[in-house]
């Protein structure tokens, strides 16, 4: 029997314009989805600004919470999900992912996606991704099926409502100390 390993679904709200404005359309307390491959959050990944202070620049980034666009924002609030997985899946997740660290740089924010999730309609484009999508996106290519819909039609929240999903903290990110 292989032993179970565990990837972590981060879920943010910054408090940006960008951030509200999405937030006033989904009533969602968090709008933001990354992926990490451990608790510690230090490799942490997903599409979205490549530098803090230009929301217009987007696309596949690997984050960091001491120096990225989070620092930028100390009063961010999340909540982190654990998901239960096996090794083999975490290796899959992780083939997945080298694909879009090698092709880093022909990655787009799929900011049409977004807007897509509002009419109930999938739009993608080769190569471009919004967060949720890319993390649901790395799950699916990996065979781990948590809904009956395209990633491209995958929101933060629905992270958040996923039974599978273990809550292991809640609050500011800025806060957040990982027990190991």
């Known amino acids: ?53 230009n ?12 120096t990225g666009t989070f620092s930028k924002y100390p009063n961010t ?20 992912l080298q694909i879009f660290i090698r092709s880093r740089q022909k990655y787009l924010y799929n900011i049409l996606g977004v807007i897509g999730i509002a009419l109930k309609e999938p739009i993608e484009f080769s190569n471009s991704y919004f967060c949720s999508q890319f993390v649901a996106e790395i799950l699916e290519r990996s065979g781990i099926k948590l809904w009956n819909k395209l990633p491209a039609l995958v929101t933060p929240d629905d992270f958040r409502q996923n039974d599978r999903l273990y809550l292991i903290y809640a609050g500011k990110l800025s806060e957040y100390k990982p027990e190991l």
Do not use: W
């Open 77 to 96: 609030t999340c909540v982190i999900y654990e998901l239960q997985v096996t090794g083999r899946e975490v290796e899959k997740m992780k083939r997945v």
């Open 55 to 66: 929301p217009l620049n987007g696309g596949f980034v690997k984050e960091d919470l001491r």
């Open 1 to 53: 029997m292989e032993a179970d390993r565990s990837v972590f679904i981060l879920l943010t709200n910054t408090g940006t314009l960008f951030t509200k404005l999405i937030q006033g359309y989904t009533k969602a307390p968090y709008n933001h989805a990354s992926i990490s491959f451990n608790r510690e959050l230090s490799e942490l990944y997903s599409f979205g600004r490549k530098h803090p202070s």
